[in-house]
Each structure stands twice: as C-alpha cells, then as structure tokens.
C-alpha cells in the first residue's frame, strides 16, 4: 500500500536532545570557527611520506537540520512530487536527495548530507570535510553567497544557526 500523496507532507519527529543517547562530552572540542584545531588537521605530505601517520578524524563544516526541515523546504519550494512509495523511510530519504539536488544547483556548488553525532539534528548539510578543505574551500565572498542560498532556501531553521563542525555518527560507532 503506497502513502496517499496528501500524506506525503506528514510531520516528521523532531529529535529530542534531552533522550539522546549523545552527551555533550561524546562531541569533539572544536569551535565554531572555521579554523580548525592542530589535532583535527590533515596533513597530506605526512600522510604521503609516513608510513606511521594516522589521519585525524574526519569533520563536516555546515549546518544541522532534522528530516522535517528537509520535506519543509520540498513543499515551500514545490519541487516535484515524489513517485508512489509503500514507506515512509523511503519516501524520506527521496525528498532528502531532491532537497540536496535543488540546493546544490541553486548553491552551484556540491553539498554533501551526512549523519552527524549530534543530540540536536537528524543530518548536517556540509561544505566541507576537513581533510579535503584545503582543496575545495570557497574564496571568502563565495562562501558566503552559498550561505546565503542555504539560510534563505532553508528558512529558519538554518538562518538562526552559524556553520560549524560535525563528526561522522559511523566514525563514533566503531
């Protein structure tokens, strides 16, 4: 049985830090400012030259958002209606890729969804990861109109937050 198209904008639980299994001290200490801290740099001569060397744990840059802000921005923006599904998880996880594709495209500038270890968000919207910063970092003005296409696309939500850095959840799981 697919989900009615009247139900496809349906509510999406936010999550609730407060039973989240995370707790503050599971985060990595890093600032909000987009300089990184020594522990978390990588250094590609080293790793190169190296046998020994160990690649820092790999950080996202950008903003939280929860699957409800994802199938938000799809309605407010009308982007195209999704094919009939029998479930709601990948009915989600569709909406999500459209959503990433139109920001992108509107961004001219790949994003990438992850899965962040946070109390507070359901996935990161990222600019960077900081082992590939230092190739793929924006000049400073074209940064900042990718986000402003993020704040103003996203509304709220991403409008109030300042980027910042994520983990992976994977990387803490294992």
Same mark, same amino acid.
């Given at each position: 049985?697919?989900?009615?198209?009247?139900?496809?904008?349906?509510?999406?639980?936010?999550?609730?830090?407060?039973?989240?299994?995370?707790?503050?001290?599971?985060?990595?200490?890093?600032?909000?400012?987009?300089?990184?801290?020594?522990?978390?740099?990588?250094?590609?001569?080293?790793?190169?030259?190296?046998?020994?060397?160990?690649?820092?744990?790999?950080?996202?840059?950008?903003?939280?958002?929860?699957?409800?802000?994802?199938?938000?921005?799809?309605?407010?923006?009308?982007?195209?209606?999704?094919?009939?599904?029998?479930?709601?998880?990948?009915?989600?996880?569709? !909406? %999500?890729?459209?959503?990433?594709? @139109?920001?992108? *495209?509107?961004? /001219?500038?790949?994003?990438?969804?992850? =899965?962040?270890? $946070?109390?507070?968000?359901?996935?990161?919207?990222?600019?960077?990861?900081?082992?590939?910063?230092?190739?793929?970092?924006?000049?400073?003005?074209?940064?900042?109109?990718?986000?402003? !296409? %993020?704040?103003?696309?996203?509304? @709220?939500?991403? *409008?109030?937050? /300042?980027?910042?850095?994520?983990?992976? =959840?994977?990387? $803490?799981?294992?």
């Amino acid at each position: 049985m697919h989900i009615p198209d009247e139900e496809i904008y349906n509510p999406c639980p936010r999550p609730n830090p407060a039973k989240s299994r995370i707790k503050p001290e599971d985060l990595p200490k890093c600032s909000t400012a987009k300089k990184l801290p020594e522990e978390y740099r990588f250094n590609v001569r080293r790793w190169r030259l190296e046998p020994g060397y160990i690649k820092p744990r790999k950080l996202f840059y950008g903003f939280g958002v929860d699957i409800q802000d994802f199938i938000d921005y799809h309605q407010r923006h009308q982007l195209p209606r999704p094919p009939p599904m029998d479930n709601r998880a990948s009915l989600w996880h569709y !909406i %999500m890729d459209d959503v990433m594709e @139109d920001l992108s *495209a509107r961004c /001219r500038f790949k994003l990438q969804r992850i =899965l962040p270890l $946070s109390p507070k968000y359901d996935y990161t919207i990222a600019l960077y990861n900081s082992h590939h910063i230092s190739v793929t970092e924006l000049e400073d003005d074209e940064e900042e109109d990718v986000i402003r !296409i %993020m704040k103003e696309r996203f509304g @709220d939500v991403v *409008a109030a937050q /300042r980027p910042q850095w994520f983990c992976l =959840l994977e990387d $803490s799981i294992r």
